[in-house]
């Protein structure tokens, strides 16, 4: 099937979103697709207005699929990066390499003959937005409470309500957070969360932990001086992500397109 047959699919990337991720995911579907970039307001750091004529929440990531022309079917709009991942994957052909195997031999279509790593893969497509992109959200918030946005008079106060908050709520989730993957990454039967092969679940935990990589430090006192020597896994875990051709890929469009990418948040 040529590109002109297959479906028009467009992405609207908004810089320092999570919407890198679905540019990876599309790099490794090798689906054709265009990308229009939009940019945060640098003073209030929140997506412009323009988006929400895509989507009504004005977020992103979006992706718009118009379906090929001879189907009849009317263009769709995605916004949520868990079920656009879901639907592309699902969708497209090859999207299968990236979603483990569900079953365990004789025991197809059986509660709970699901294999280990199909378990985890459904997990992780969650997990990423649920459970912990929030506290790294959160760190951003607060942190804006030490920012030259806040009067030089006060500043000093509100940096130590947000140092005190980091302290007492944040960063010991965030060290729960890194310990529970840190595990789970030496318990996986391979270098992934879901095993030896990359999966979309671990493209969508590649935003949270890329992206936090440069600010855990921050946050607390660490053993060995550093985050990535308390969870070594984890700070090999992003690395190989990082190292992934398709993210590379992703990462050189985004650069001919906007001229830099940085992955923070």
Known sequence: MSAADGPKVKLYWLNHSRSQRI?????ELQLPYDIEVFHRDQETLLAPPELEKIHPLGKSPVISITPPPRSGDKPIVLAESGFIAQYLVEHVPAGRKLIPRQWREGRENTLGGETEEWLRYGYYMHYAEGSLMPYLVFTLVVSR?????VPLLVRPITSIIANRIIAMFVAPNVRKHL????EQLETSSGKYLCGQALTAA???MSFPLIAGAARF???????GG????EFPKVAQYVQDLQAEPGYKKSVERIEAIDGKFEASL
């Open 145 to 149: 409470l030490k920012s030259p946005q």
């Open 202 to 204: 671990d493209i969508l």
């Open 23 to 27: 540019v990876w995911l599309l790099e």
């Open 217 to 223: 430090d921050g946050l607390a006192s660490w053993k």
């Open 179 to 182: 310990a529970f993957i840190n």
């Open 226 to 229: 550093s985050w990535k020597n």
